[in-house]
């Protein structure tokens, strides 16, 4: 799998969009980009993923540059719930393994 | 709620206890993972069950011992654990095979204490 490299730690104002940055210059043309995020003591939740594509759900939207070597999560308004350890990954498809770097610590500021 | 559930949430147990930590999960998986992670370090995956079989076991200690009876339930089994053994356990589960990602669904794992 394809190394990723993130800040490790990031402030946000509370209310303010909080854009994640993640790059992954080794990514393949097979392989997704993965964020999850785990809030203290918590086990890891998936937030989203995408392959080529700009993808956006419920909780975030994820920006893939043209040339896929660099994504950012943007959570659009954050809360205090939103502080939590941001993790981006790489992983092929069908590969069960995903490995967990250092992520990137957010912090929401009131 | 993500579906996947853990239990005990905690748990302290000497060095020369046997206990089992157990997992299940109702999303209709077909894999399930446990994962150590250790005070300010990244996660470790441990074992991958796929199908009840175990396809990956990354060098972990024979006193770590997983069970997989079927689909929905995993166990890890201790026993003469050491000191450095404490951590958060965290189990996952995915589809396998479906023909898109595997998106792997984590339950809010263990923490454990080796005394």
């Known amino acids: 799998d394809a190394k990723t490299t993130q800040p490790p730690s990031m402030d946000c104002a509370e209310g303010r969009a909080a854009n994640l940055p993640c790059n992954h210059s080794?990514?393949?043309?097979?392989?997704?980009v993965y964020w999850y995020r785990q809030i203290h003591s918590q086990g890891p939740q998936y937030i989203i993923h995408g392959l080529k594509n700009n993808e956006t759900n419920e909780m975030a939207s994820l920006i893939i540059t043209e040339d896929r070597k660099s994504s950012t999560l943007i959570l659009p308004h954050a809360t205090l719930r939103d502080t939590a350890v941001y993790y981006c990954?790489?992983?092929?498809?069908?590969?069960?393994?995903?490995?967990f770097g250092t992520g990137t610590r957010l912090t929401i500021i009131p | 709620e993500t579906g996947v559930t853990q239990t005990p949430r905690h748990l302290v147990m000497g060095m020369t206890n046997k206990k089992s930590l157990k997992c299940e999960q109702h999303l209709g998986h077909n894999a399930m993972y446990w994962y150590k992670q250790s005070a300010k370090k990244p996660l470790e995956l441990m074992f991958v069950y796929s199908l009840e079989e175990r396809v990956e076991n990354n060098s972990v200690p024979s006193r770590f011992s997983p069970e997989c009876p079927n689909s929905s339930h995993l166990f890890l089994h201790l026993h003469t654990l050491q000191p450095e053994d404490s951590a958060l356990y965290l189990c996952?589960?995915?589809?396998?095979?479906?023909?898109?990602?595997?998106?792997?669904?984590f339950g809010p794992g263990t923490r454990l204490t080796v005394l």
């Open positions: 990954i790489v992983t092929g498809l069908g590969n069960e393994k995903l490995t």
């Open positions: 996952a589960s995915s589809h396998l095979f479906s023909g898109g990602p595997d998106t792997q669904y």
């Open positions: 080794t990514i393949s043309g097979n392989e997704y």
